[in-house]
């Protein structure tokens, strides 16, 4: 009886033992992992300060013009994805201002194009051919925060086209992955059904900017609503 007694304790001792050395080396693993993340951010960095390029001084000032810009649209930016911003009084829409690249982009969106794929469900999400079939979901799932708001309730065919080409390039440029685009459902839109909403869905298709997008939900907008997922700017 003891004998057994001390085997199943030798035993036990024995089993503890491998689970230590396990732990050890999944420590080791994980700090040589971190050791060689170090490393790589450390080459980048030099690389990138070689080149003359200083990613922190340029990020901080793309962020403080986009902010500049969203305020002078009247855009809200939201700070907690769970908060819904609440338009006060409409401000006048200010005019945009154009540059060549915003116009090569805005021209080169057709407002009868027919993107429609089979990664496509209808008006509700779209993503774009090379991106994974999974970014539709995660973009549902609110895996990237909200990061900035887009009101286009009210404006013209091509106010809406030159604000939209305008708020998206601008949140790329501030590194912005995912914003909201507010189009409404048209509800009192007449007899030709709610016009921008499909046109909105129609030049996001077209924006190379863009990877994804899905209907927002009810509490955001529901079928009068997107979250825009926004390709990474290097």
Not at 9 to 17: H, N, Q, V
Not at 47 to 63: C, H, L, Y
Not at 214 to 232: D, H, T, W
Request: some cysteine; hydrophobic content about 35%.
């Amino acid at each position: 009886m003891r004998t057994k007694g001390f085997e199943a304790l030798k035993g036990i001792k024995t089993k503890l033992s491998e689970e230590s050395i396990i732990r050890e080396k999944e420590a080791a693993a994980r700090l040589q992992r971190r050791e060689k993340e170090d490393d790589d951010r450390a080459l980048f960095a030099a690389e990138m300060k070689r080149i003359g390029v200083t990613p922190t001084e340029r990020d901080a000032s793309e962020i403080d013009l986009f902010e500049k810009e969203m305020q002078r649209l009247g855009v809200t930016k939201l700070e907690n994805k769970n908060v819904r911003a609440m338009p006060t009084k409409k401000p006048p829409r200010p005019k945009v201002q154009q540059t060549p690249l915003k116009l090569r982009a805005e021209v080169g969106l057709s407002d009868s194009y027919d993107g429609a794929s089979a990664d496509d469900w209808g008006d509700r999400e779209y993503i774009a051919v090379g991106c994974g079939i999974d970014l539709a979901q995660k973009l549902s799932r609110g895996l990237w925060p909200v990061g900035a708001h887009l009101d286009l309730h009210g404006y013209r065919t091509e106010e809406a086209r030159r604000a939209l080409v305008d708020f998206i390039l601008q949140a790329r440029e501030a590194h912005i992955r995912c914003v909201r685009i507010v189009t409404g459902k048209g509800i009192n839109s007449g007899e030709e059904g709610p016009v921008l909403k499909g046109l909105v869905r129609r030049w996001l298709r077209q924006m190379r900017e863009v990877q994804a997008f899905v209907q927002a939900p009810i509490e955001e907008g529901g079928s009068g609503a997107l979250r825009v997922l926004i390709a990474k700017k290097f």
